[in-house]
């Protein structure tokens, strides 16, 4: 079966004013469809073809560049747009809070580690919170659509945070000015889609 | 030794409608200028405190590398360009673009495809190899080709800020657009030189 395009899980508009609505359209409709049919187009008729998104990426050293490529965008923008919210922003409670402060000292000091990891992304790339095999959580991030599930990544888990530095989720609004567009993804943070992700 | 972006042999409004002057004023103003201002702190007190900045490229690495470069890289792009560029190049080097790439047609379809398909941000460049040979590399990031030894005569930005505030997602209408803006005169005296 061939990979689909999410639908978003709110409108264009939902995360103004943090994230202007042309600037998601733009991004799903076009950025995220592209990735999801260029995945297609490398799959379909392959041994690859009705296997999971996970399966492939935790493979990925083995295939093709295409496929590590349109692979990672496809998986890592339907994770993003999850953890994002209208309703969003606040802290997580419960038993990802307790892990956050475990494993950081505090919830303000992750957030500053996470901040500098996307900040600090030369180029194009995410920032990620990754639940490891251990359980432990700790701050990473990729290069272009790299991410965690990969076998080749550096630090490998669970991401169960992501945040998109392509200049694409950012310039319309931000151009130059990365940090304000990481200050606002904050305020739309989706904790309790986040938490699920790490208790699953 | 201070590290200065050049004057701009053109106002910021005089590549429109190919690049729009808002997206001059943050490619120029802001990212070239950053990295300017961070490469000229990072080098304080560091062995390449006085190095040229094409020694910089050459040998540093990590944050001085990725800074030195891209003031390298976009000096070299932006006095590439000019109002009513384009066109084709003459004498010396349109004879090796035709000895090298069959025609001036074949050349840029090649060179347009490797600015198209570079994965993530980056930069596409004509190069000269010790023997006078031409060919079109790919780098990544901050990739310079001096670094392998090529002496780099064109290169074109295909970072998304270099052109999203003007095409968005259409990276290829861009870089149609570019082709519109080569100054090939400064290209024709890089190769020559």
Redesign the interface.
């Given at each position: 079966m061939a990979f689909k395009l999410p639908e978003l899980p709110y409108a264009y508009d939902a995360l103004e004013p943090h994230i202007d609505a042309r600037t998601m359209e733009i991004h799903h409709s076009k950025h995220h469809a592209g990735y999801t049919n260029n995945l297609n187009a490398v799959v379909d008729g392959t041994e690859l073809e009705g296997k999971s998104i996970e399966a492939i990426l935790s493979n990925i050293s083995k295939l093709s560049v295409a496929v590590r490529n349109n692979g990672g965008g496809f998986f890592n923008h339907d994770l993003f747009w999850k953890v994002m919210s209208p309703n969003g922003g606040g802290k997580p409670s419960g038993s990802l809070m307790s892990a956050i402060e475990k494993d950081f000292g505090s919830f303000d000091s992750f957030k500053a580690k996470f901040a500098k990891a996307a900040a600090t992304r030369f180029g194009s790339g995410w920032a990620w919170l990754v639940k490891q095999a251990d359980g432990k959580l700790v701050v990473t991030s990729t290069a272009n659509q790299d991410n965690p599930l990969m076998d080749l990544a550096e630090v490998k888990g669970t991401p169960v945070l992501g945040l998109d530095v392509w200049e694409h989720a950012y310039y319309l609004k931000f151009q130059n000015r990365r940090p304000d567009y990481i200050s606002v993804f904050w305020d739309v943070v989706n904790w309790e889609e986040v938490a699920k992700r790490f208790q699953d | 030794m201070k590290h200065n972006l050049p004057e701009l042999p053109y106002g910021l409004a005089e590549l429109e409608p190919f690049i729009s002057q808002k997206t001059l004023e943050?490619h120029y103003g802001?990212?070239h200028q950053?990295y300017a201002n961070n490469l000229n702190k990072l080098i304080k007190d560091t062995p390449f405190e006085n190095s040229s900045l094409e020694d910089i490229v050459k040998q540093s690495e990590g944050a001085i590398f990725?800074n030195g470069a891209q003031v390298f890289n976009h000096s070299f792009y932006f006095l590439a360009l000019k109002p009513n560029g384009g066109g084709q190049p003459k004498g010396k080097l349109m004879d090796a673009i035709k000895q090298f790439f069959t025609s001036f047609e074949s050349f840029k379809d090649e060179f347009s495809k490797s600015g198209a398909t570079l994965?993530?941000?980056?930069w596409a460049w004509l190069v000269v190899d010790n023997n006078g040979k031409l060919s079109i590399i790919q780098k990544?990031?901050?990739g310079n080709p001096l670094r392998d030894g090529y002496k780099p005569i064109l290169t074109m930005d295909v970072?998304?800020?270099a052109y999203?505030?003007d095409t968005?997602?259409a990276r290829p209408k861009y870089i149609e657009n570019y082709w519109n803006l080569v100054n090939w005169e400064v290209v024709q005296k890089r190769f020559e030189e």
């Open positions: - | 943050f802001k990212h950053a990725n994965f993530g941000s980056g990544s990031n901050a970072w998304e800020h999203y505030l968005q997602n």
